[in-house]
């Protein structure tokens, strides 16, 4: 009889909250545009605007500054591309060089198109330096690109002091929080950001619905065009149940957020103090902030000295374990992780790196095994 199957890729997606499931349930089930008339309509409409409402109270926002987008990927373009637009042309654009793909790729097309973008380096521990990045900005600089938690280590950058040095200069700030949004608290307002992405399967909601906050008094050229909803920055027919499914799983994240917090933070430890105990530290090197209050509380990446990190990875899933080596949305890619290669990780770990990833209904037991079994396929692997 095979072993139960252990999910530690939480930063990759996180199963449905069957509450949120429940929530979604009469929506999908009964039709209502929202933008129509009769009672149906304004029924879909007033779940809708209350789930809008929910939204901005859990994120720290206005109801007038979210909108509602397909994903993570389509807030990051739809900000990025929005942002950067100018009428005088190209223009420039200051990024880590540590950002998902969502933000690397539009920054990378609009420099294609003729902008300059500058990507000032992290440290060793994969943390931007805000100064840095600030003393880049001139007068053509367009836009400002900097993560709230790094996907790969869970490293969490200094977005608020970076705005606060844009604000000086009228530079609007772009933060990616898809993987923070759900696992650590987000103010958007306290931030000082532009414009913040999240998604709402990475903290136990649905797939295909995300969020683009857009402060007050930000302009922001529209990608899409269709009929004109959510002030026209984002056309298209609500959908409704994926929107009551991302506030639900909001509210939910608020309501247990320290209990899940605490005990992330207690199974992260338990889980990188077991396999350095079991495998020694010169087999097992921790990649990202030593300080674990600045990294997310449920990412654990180790690089494991010697091994491929993708043999290990399909010895574990052999055994049951699901993890990853790093971006979800670049693992089929056969180059190096450009967040390990910019924190300029030995090649002795490059390579050799895992990342593991809790959620909600990770237990100790699930932890504990996920030791075991790791270590087992690590002596595999070394003979």
């Known amino acids: 009889m095979p072993a139960p199957s252990i999910y530690l890729d939480h930063n990759a997606t996180t199963p449905l909250d069957p509450r949120v499931l429940e929530a979604m349930r009469p929506y999908f089930l009964s039709a209502g545009n929202a933008e129509s008339r009769h009672s149906a309509g304004r029924r879909a409409r007033r779940a809708w605007d209350e789930a809008r409402e929910a939204t901005a109270g859990v994120l720290g926002a206005f109801a007038d500054e979210v909108v509602f987008t397909s994903g993570g990927t389509e807030a990051n373009n739809l900000a990025v591309l929005g942002l950067a637009r100018g009428d005088d042309g190209p223009g420039r654009i200051v990024s880590s060089p540590i950002e998902h793909p969502a933000v690397a790729e539009p920054i990378a097309f609009l420099e294609s198109r003729g902008f300059a973008v500058d990507r000032p380096d992290v440290d060793a521990e994969g943390l931007a330096d805000a100064d840095l990045m600030a003393s880049y900005f001139d007068d053509r600089t367009r836009l400002a690109a ?3 938690a790094n996907n790969e280590t869970g490293a969490l950058q200094p977005v608020a002091r970076l705005a606060e040095l844009a604000a000086t200069r009228g530079v609007p700030v772009h933060t990616d929080a898809v993987q923070a949004v759900g696992r650590i608290p987000v103010d958007f307002h306290a931030l000082g950001v532009a414009t913040l992405a999240a998604s709402a399967h990475k903290f136990h909601g649905p797939v295909g619905v995300g969020l683009l906050l857009i402060r007050r008094g930000v302009k922001l050229a529209p990608r899409l065009f269709g009929g004109g909803q959510q002030q026209g920055r ?11 499914g991302l506030a639900t799983a909001l509210e939910l994240w608020r309501a247990e957020s320290e209990t899940r917090i605490a005990t992330w933070a207690r199974l992260s430890h338990r889980l990188e ?13 921790p990649n990202g902030p030593l300080d674990r209050a600045r990294r997310l509380p449920q990412t654990v990446n180790l690089g494991f000295v010697g091994i491929e990190g993708e043999a290990l990875m399909i010895q574990l899933d052999l055994a049951g374990v699901a993890v990853s080596l790093g971006s979800a949305c670049a693992s089929g890619s056969t180059q ?41 396929a690590v002596e595999r692997l070394i003979g």
């Open 234 to 244: 984002r056309p298209g027919t609500a959908p409704v149940p994926l929107v009551v």
């Open 273 to 285: 103090a077991g396999l350095i105990a079991a495998l020694g530290p010169d087999r097992v090197v």
């Open 146 to 148: 900097l993560m709230l």
């Open 336 to 376: 190096p992780s450009p967040t390990l290669v910019a924190m300029r990780v030995p090649p002795d770990r490059l390579r050799s790196s895992v990342r593991f990833s809790l959620g909600a209904s990770t237990t100790e037991s699930d932890v504990d095994e996920a030791v075991l079994r790791t270590v087992a």
